[in-house]
């Protein structure tokens, strides 16, 4: 679904001739079309959200060079292209209905839980790994469970 619509949003910056937008989302899906030729399958909208996220890492970090070296020619061509990653990423949990998910998580392996605290977090990552950013999911973890 979510790489039928960027392939929609691509015809349509080709028709509009949106040269920046359309080299944009012709590499998105070049990316995506990597991983399939790779996985000899079609990918799944969880496995092309996880190739948007790390996309996305990969401009955030382009940014902060841009920022680093005062390349203002870049940095906003760069910010064009976190726009519009972004616009196909889901809406991430926010921390509360984070920590519901998890706590989900653990009721639904108490004794897994209870065996080894820490194998909760493979569960946790893998369950909401599309809804919410890694590093956030681990945080709440060692924070406020005191796993990790």
């Given at each position: 679904m979510i790489k039928q619509k960027l392939?929609?949003?691509?015809?349509?910056?080709?028709?509009?001739?949106?040269?920046?937008?359309?080299?944009?989302?012709?590499?998105?899906?070049?990316?995506?079309?990597?991983e399939e030729i790779n996985k000899k399958r079609e990918l799944n909208d969880e496995e092309v959200i996880i190739i948007l996220k790390k996309l996305l890492q990969e401009v955030k970090e382009s940014i902060e060079a841009a920022k680093k070296n005062s390349r203002d020619n870049l940095l906003q061509d760069y910010e064009n292209e976190k726009k519009i990653i972004d616009f196909f990423i889901p809406i991430q949990l926010d921390e509360d209905k984070l920590k519901d998910e998890i706590d989900k998580i653990i009721q639904n392996n108490k004794n897994l839980y209870q065996k080894n605290p820490k194998s909760i977090i493979g569960l946790c990552i893998k369950n909401l790994r599309t809804k919410a950013d890694v590093g956030k999911i681990l945080s709440l973890l060692k924070n406020n469970y005191g796993i990790g």
């Open positions: 392939q929609e949003q691509m015809i349509l910056a080709l028709k509009s001739k949106e040269n920046k937008r359309l080299m944009t989302l012709r590499y998105i899906i070049a990316k995506i079309q990597n």
